[in-house]
């Protein structure tokens, strides 16, 4: 169930960072699925370049053959998604089936977004930029040590502290602490109860830095092929274990990917509603997307007063589009991300987390994917 613990944000506006891609996104390693012809065997395959593929990628490229096949075009040269003046855009004009920012409507008739780009929803979202609570750490049974360098990893590249606040932020800032909502602890990015400042992806010149940016930033380039317009739609299962996957280009021409040995292994990073779709074919079952059936609620009413509030709440019902769940850690992934019962094959994104962070998701699917990237190194 999508259950936000909302404490309070005072947040925007972001630092200096240097982009590496050129402006048109030209960038060797990412090319067009239907202009490329595999040449080699992958040891890992990653399914979804959005916000945690990218960082997993980026840290597996450092020793390791990686193919990342997203679904979507890329956010580079494109001003409606990395300028921070058009950052209203995704929510104001929600596009088609091939929009970076895709509606739909849930099966609960709830209308939302979702990203359809390389970068995933780090390419389209409000860009509050805030790590987890302690206890969502430890729920997860990760390692302290490893989540804070793997944080740390991740801001380098892509978060900022915001600078100039409007006098609306300032308003907000103040009241909270007039109202007592303290300690006020400044800027940081960590999970605080009182007031803060966090962080943001847009930097002080208003250029968001999606995570596809840890790929420009950290993956070694000779072990990375990065292909957009590229969409899964099966992963290749032999033997108890996953051997490579198919996937579609734009001009609809199916291709083959393969994994090159028996640790090899396909990671599925195809965010809450992606990686659900696997599910039907290779994940075990039992796996539900957290989404609220809040159009189906049954409200308390009395009276034509509370009838009309009722209505007004169906008709109004939203999302904040922090999609989790479908594939939580210790039912249908074990505590290392590994699909239960199968070889070679993980679930590194957020349809593994038991529960919200409690705040924006972000620095945590990025953190995950850096996280279990550096632990597939330690151990393989
Ligand atoms: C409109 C909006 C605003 C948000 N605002 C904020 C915010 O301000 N701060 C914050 O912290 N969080 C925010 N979020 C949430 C945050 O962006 C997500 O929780 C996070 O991006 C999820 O990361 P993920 O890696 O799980 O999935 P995603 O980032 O969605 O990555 C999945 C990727 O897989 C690709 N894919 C899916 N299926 C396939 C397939 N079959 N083949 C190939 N590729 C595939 C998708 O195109 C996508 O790029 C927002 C989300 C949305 C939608």
């Given at each position: ?105 849930s099966e609960d008739g709830v209308a939302s977004i979702r990203p359809n ?104 380039h000779k072990n990375i092929d990065v292909l957009l317009h590229a969409t ?69 009413a009395s009276g034509s007063v509370n009838r009309t509030i009722s209505e ?69």
């Open positions: 169930m999508l259950k936000f613990h909302l404490f309070f944000i005072a947040v925007i506006y972001c630092t200096l960072r240097i982009i590496e891609a050129n402006d048109d996104g030209a960038v060797s390693f990412i090319r067009e699925a239907n202009s490329t012809t595999l040449e080699h065997k992958y040891d890992y395959i990653v399914v979804g370049g959005g916000t945690a593929g990218c960082a997993i990628a980026a840290t597996l490229s450092q020793r390791y053959k990686v193919l990342v096949l997203e679904r979507g075009g890329s956010p580079y040269g494109n001003p409606l998604l990395l300028r921070i003046e058009n950052s209203g855009n995704t929510f104001a004009n929600p596009g088609g089936l091939e929009a970076p920012n895709q509606a739909f409507t780009v390389l970068g995933g929803g780090s390419s389209i979202n409000g860009a509050v930029y805030n790590r987890a609570p302690d206890e969502f750490i430890s729920d997860a049974k990760l390692d302290k040590n490893l989540v804070e360098s793997s944080y740390a990893w991740v801001e380098k590249v892509v978060a900022s502290r915001p600078r100039n606040f409007s006098a609306f932020q300032n308003s907000i800032r103040g009241a909270l602490l007039e109202v007592g909502v303290t300690p006020d602890f400044g800027f940081t990015y960590k999970y605080v109860v009182g007031t803060k400042t966090t962080g943001n992806t847009f930097d002080s010149h208003g250029q968001r830095h999606p995570s596809s940016d840890l790929l420009l930033a950290y993956a070694n899964v739609y099966k992963v290749l299962l032999q033997g108890g274990g996953s051997r490579g996957v198919l996937y579609t280009d734009n001009l609809g021409r199916s291709h083959t990917a393969l994994l090159s040995s028996e640790r090899s292994e396909v990671i599925i990073s195809a965010g809450a509603l992606g990686t659900l779709v696997f599910g039907n074919q290779s994940l075990p079952s039992g796996g539900t997307v957290s989404s609220p059936d809040r159009r189906n609620a049954t409200l308390v007004f709440c169906r008709r109004s019902v939203s999302t904040n589009y922090h999609y989790h769940g479908g594939c939580p850690l210790g039912e249908v992934v074990d505590w290392s991300f590994r699909v239960m019962g199968l070889n070679g094959l993980r679930v590194v994104d957020g349809s593994t987390f038991l529960s919200t962070p409690g705040t924006n998701p972000q620095a945590t699917v990025m953190m995950l994917g850096r996280y279990v990237g550096v632990e597939i190194l330690k151990t393989r």
